[in-house]
């Protein structure tokens, strides 16, 4: 095997951490507060589709590299990696000795079953077609795991850092079953001590930790607060010390506190309407009609209060940025959009259309959606804005698009690395592809970016991507949301990944 060097700038930045033998941690200290707008249906990193839940997957599982709050890859339990002359085998080696928090071993052959489990078309992960080009995972020794591919994929480190890829106790998740995914067995610094649906869930140190990311804290508690002004009141009195998605309205009153205000991380969540490309939708005209439609800055400012950006392209500001393009934004033209429609066949309320909104998950989410159907009324479409709970929402837009009824939904996306986004988006039958989208020169196109490890080819196959999607319209392209974060004066070291997944390695309480 030889070593591999990746020319992707990001994964230059690769850190390399030292042993941690010999270092001594000072003892957790200090209950830590936070109240979000939802709790995660499971914490099973195959199944997670939150940010929340990427924040507890992160820090009570491991995996073989992980994420810093710039997006940067680290190493977790992997201690060396490289590739063979094909390219196509992977080859990672992890930390001896290493254990879960039953007791059970941390080797090879576990991470060997934990990636399988996520291949396993049985298991139906919803993250299983952006693995696809894995096609098995073995372990030849107790420390060695090798990736066979079905080609060379210069994104694997991206892949293999998410919390996705999380390593998951798969003997335990056979003996607990569905407990499994409420507290999950993991190896990392923190456990879930208890988790009450719709109220509350806390983690506690795993006092079997061995790793590079010791807990800092003796707890975290997550207090689910959907109600946006009940979520400000807990950080007006000082009940929490964090409350995620300050809404524009409340960001002075909490910087107005003599012992909290509102930190603004970078973000790169990208929201969008993502259709349903069935019908009237598969029409190029009517998708340009709906995106014509949209004030977006009005909107932005009108109803985000600022907090936000209008779209320049599908992925967002930090997604990979060496690889990311952008175009002249989409004009606000009414009188445009009901030119395209007449020529699309569609007269006055003769199209209509269903869109299905949450409330509470994004900034304003049910607002926007009441927004959008007004604009869409606007230009002769009988527009139905749909708004449900979380859970309604997310089985809504989990179903494959052959089995949704309404037109399009309302979706943020913010996931790490150019591959990452847009396969998972843009690939013909990927789980993920929540709009139906096919086209053979895309599936060309992401088939070339993911087995060249060249970075000017990179940026001349993703720009092309990214150019055809821009134009082919199959979401309402949005924007870019801002995080908006309440925190006490008195937490030190908070960090937040630009995908809204609170990091916890350096914190402290005053």
């Known amino acids: 095997m030889r070593k591999y060097v990746l020319l992707n700038t990001l994964t230059a930045s690769l850190t390399l951490f030292l042993s941690t033998t010999a270092i001594v941690y000072a003892a957790p200290s200090g209950v830590l507060k936070i109240a979000v707008g939802a709790d995660p249906e499971t914490f099973d990193p195959h199944f997670n589709d939150l940010p929340t839940g990427n924040t507890v997957d992160l820090h009570v599982l491991e995996g073989l590299f992980r994420l810093d709050a710039e997006n940067n890859v680290v190493k977790e339990l992997a201690t060396d990696y490289s590739y063979s002359d094909d390219g196509k085998v992977f080859t990672v080696k992890i930390e001896k000795g290493r254990k879960f928090s039953n007791g059970d071993p941390l080797n090879a052959q576990a ?4 990636f399988n489990r996520l291949l396993d078309p049985k ?8 693995y696809s080009s894995i096609q098995r995972v073995t372990a030849t020794d107790d420390e060695t795991i090798q990736f066979h591919t079905a080609e060379p994929n210069g994104h694997i480190l991206l892949l293999l850092a ?11 998740i056979e003996k607990m079953g569905p407990e499994h995914s409420r507290k999950p067995v ?6 879930v001590e208890s988790f009450v649906g719709g109220e509350r869930y806390r983690l506690v140190p795993n006092p079997s930790y061995q790793g590079k990311f010791p807990a800092k804290l003796e707890a975290i508690e997550f207090l689910v607060v959907p ?11 000082g009940e929490v010390d964090i409350v995620e998605r300050v809404p524009p309205e409340s960001i002075a009153a909490i910087d107005a506190l003599d012992k909290a205000s509102v930190m603004k991380p970078p973000s790169m969540f990208s929201i969008n309407m993502e259709i349903v490309l069935r019908g009237a939708m598969e029409n190029p005209k009517v998708r340009e009609a709906l995106n014509l439609a949209v004030d977006r800055k009005g909107m932005v400012e009108g109803i985000l209060g600022g907090l936000g950006t209008p779209s320049v392209t599908m992925p ?6 060496e690889l990311r393009v952008t175009f002249d934004p989409i004009p606000y033209d009414p009188q445009r ?3 395209l429609l007449q020529e699309a066949g569609y007269g006055p309320g003769q199209l209509s259309i269903t869109m299905v909104c949450p409330n ?3 900034i304003k989410d049910a607002m926007v959606c009441q927004a959008l159907q007004g604009s869409f009324q606007a230009i002769g479409i009988n527009a139905n804005a749909k708004v449900v709970d979380r859970g309604t929402w997310s089985e809504i837009i989990g179903r494959k698009p052959d089995k949704r009824e309404d037109n399009m939904g309302m979706v943020g996306r913010a996931t790490a690395g150019m591959d990452f986004t847009l396969y998972r988006l843009f690939k013909t039958g990927v789980g993920a592809n929540t709009t139906g989208y096919s086209s053979p020169k895309i599936d060309k196109l992401l088939a070339e970016g993911r087995a060249t490890t060249d970075l000017k080819k990179q940026k001349e196959i993703y720009a092309e991507i990214q150019k055809q999607i821009w134009e082919d319209r199959p979401f309402v392209f949005l924007w870019y949301q801002t995080q908006a974060v309440g925190v006490s004066d008195r937490v030190k070291g908070f960090q937040v990944q630009p995908n809204e997944t609170m990091q916890f390695d350096k914190i402290s309480l005053q």
């Open 337 to 339: 959009a009901k030119a």
């Open 111 to 114: 991470v060997a079953a934990s």
């Open 162 to 172: 998410s919390t996705t890829a999380t390593i998951v106790n798969v003997s335990a």
């Open 227 to 237: 109600e946006d002004g009940s979520r400000m009141a807990l950080m007006e009195t």
């Open 186 to 191: 993991g190896s990392g610094p923190y456990k």
């Open 360 to 362: 509470g998950r994004y």
């Open 123 to 130: 298991v139906a992960s919803i993250y299983r077609g952006l």
């Open 316 to 321: 967002g500001p930090g997604t990979q940025n």
